[in-house]
Nanobody
Framework: EVQLVESGGGLVQAGGSLRLSCSAS????????IGWFRQAPGKGLEWVSNSNSGGDTTYYADSVKGRFTISRDNAKNTLYLQMNSLKPDDTAVYYCTKARERVGVRAAGGYDYWGQGTQVTVSS
């Protein structure tokens, strides 16, 4: 059974940092791209970032580029999202998700398994 379990969310002041983790099981982790999406209150799902299977190629939404860093430890089957210089607009539930291929895409349809999400709240 494929499982993705996020952790590391919480409440932080604007300008602060958080590190999200996603522990994966039930599939060969380094065969697939892994991504992060988020959903803010009253808004749709937004792609944030993804890492290709080897971890050597990463992509970011313009809204987080230069502030967020995605990384993966294939030996530990774990994905990370380091979030710096957080803004109130970053407030959302963040989801870790497994891609269908080695290369990730920006569309949610390119992902087939999702974690339960972790809440990130940034106060002004």
């Amino acid at each position: 059974e494929v499982q993705l379990v996020e952790s590391g969310g919480g409440l932080v002041q604007a300008g602060g940092s958080l590190r999200l983790s996603c522990s994966a099981s039930g599939f060969i982790f380094d065969d697939y791209a892994i991504g992060w999406f988020r959903q803010a209150p009253g808004k749709g799902l937004e792609w944030v970032s993804n890492s290709n299977s080897g971890g050597d190629t990463t992509y970011y939404a313009d809204s987080v580029k230069g502030r967020f860093t995605i990384s993966r430890d294939n030996a530990k089957n774990t994905l990370y999202l380091q979030m710096n210089s957080l803004k109130p607009d970053d407030t959302a539930v963040y989801y870790c998700t497994k891609a269908r291929e080695r290369v990730g895409v920006r569309a949610a349809g390119g992902y087939d398994y999702w974690g339960q999400g972790t809440q990130v709240t940034v106060s002004s």
